[in-house]
Structures are given as C-alpha cells and as structure tokens.
T-cell receptor, first 119, second 114 residues
C-alpha cells in the first residue's frame, strides 16, 4: 500500500488566490513526521513546513500552513495569497519510525502535485 | 551559512561506466542521505550515512555504494551504469541526534546515461 498519496497531478490557480494541495498518508505508528517540499524547475527540494504527529496545533510558516487531520490521516498544504513564484512541483513526505532506527529515518515521498499560478 | 552543495551539476555517461557524485552537508549537520528521483516521480531513498557508516539502505542494488568522510561530506558511487539510472540524484543533510530534524536538500546532480 502506498504510504503517501497525492491525488492531484496538476493544479491551476489564479494569482492571489489561496490553494490547497492534498496529501493522505498511511502508518500504524503513533509517532511520525510529515513534511512538505517545493521543487522548482531547477530541481532543488526546498523545505516548506513540518508537522509532528504529536503536535497539538497545525504548523504554520509564513504563507504556508498545514491542515493536519490526524483521524483522517491527511496533511494538506495551504498556500495563502498565491504568487507567480509559487509555480513548482510540491511533494508531501513522511518520516515513519518503522523505516529506520535512532531517529532520522528515511523520507517517503508522494508523487507530487504540479502547481501553476496564472497571472 | 552554506547550504547543502552537490557536484557536478550535470553528468553524461554511457552504459557500463562508473560514476561518482559528491555532496557537502549543511554546516553543523552530520548525517547525509541520498535519493534518486526519476523523471515525473518523487524521490526514492537510496541510503543514509552517519558517523562514516551506512545506517539505512533503500531498495537499491549493490551497484549503488557510498562513503562518508570525517568532515561529513559524502560520495555516491554507481557501477555498471544502466539506462534506467538516468535521474536526478539528491543529497540531503540533517542532524543525526534526534528524530524530529528536517532533511535539507542540495540542488541535485542530473545524471544522463546513454
């Protein structure tokens, strides 16, 4: 079974609108971490936001927020007031304690969503 | 504060050849992970190095090997290259001490095998 599922291969959004990128995950461990990365056409993976499974509040970083619904196993990324520079691939990733030891387990990525911001 | 750096940026090899990719971690980081990203897909974990030893390994053949040096920099070696090894190879660094640390990625090396 896929551990990270991103069901939106591509999205087109008008500039200045808010956008939600979907991510669902699968794990049976109570302790895990969820990440969102942005990958522009240059290729570099840029860290955006992190949510720990025990965090009480949804994570926020500037225009980025994570809508974490633990019971539904979803961790959607919300970008407020989108900008042209937000056009890129966006990847959801999970760190699962079953995938390693001593912490710093490997990341498992989804297939990504290509976001295009329209002027 | 220098981020993760990788070299070379691009590389073209032919089938059967060997290649070495290099990575320098972010200042203060001691753990290096390598990922392979084929076109149109998400990155796939290859292996992770900590204290100069391979700590975890993904589902990759023995043709993929690595090394970590005392200064925490790392190399990824691929022997007997196949056409399917064409991909973007990403290096990520982090702190090995805790399990909540973020992995920060470098710009990647784009390998083309002809």
């Amino acid at each position: 079974a896929q551990k990270i599922t991103q069901t939106q291969p591509g999205m087109f959004v008008q500039e200045k609108e808010a956008v939600t990128l979907d991510c669902t995950y699968d794990t049976s461990d109570p302790s895990y971490g969820l990440f969102w990365y942005k990958q522009p056409s240059s290729g570099e993976m840029i860290f955006l936001i992190y949510q720990g499974s025990y965090d009480q509040q949804n994570a926020t970083e500037g225009r980025y927020s994570l809508n974490f619904q633990k019971a539904r196993k979803s961790a959607n990324l919300v970008i407020s007031a989108s900008q042209l520079g937000d056009s890129a691939m966006y990847f959801c990733a999970m760190r699962d304690p079953r995938d390693g030891y001593f912490g710093n387990e490997k990341l498992t990525f989804g297939t990504g969503t290509r976001l295009t911001i329209i002027p | 504060d220098a981020g993760v750096t990788q070299s070379p940026t691009h590389l073209i090899k032919t089938r059967g050849q060997q290649v070495t990719l290099r990575c320098s971690p972010k200042s203060g980081h001691d753990t290096v992970s390598w990922y392979q990203q084929a076109l149109g897909q998400g990155p796939q974990f290859i292996f992770q190095y900590y204290e100069e030893e391979e700590r975890q390994r993904g589902n990759f053949p023995d043709r993929f090997s690595g090394h970590q040096f005392p200064n925490y920099s790392s190399e990824l070696n691929v022997n007997a290259l196949l056409l399917g090894d064409s991909a973007l190879y990403l290096c990520a660094s982090s702190l090995g001490a805790g399990n909540t640390d973020t992995q920060y990625f470098g710009p990647g090396t784009r390998l083309t095998v002809l």
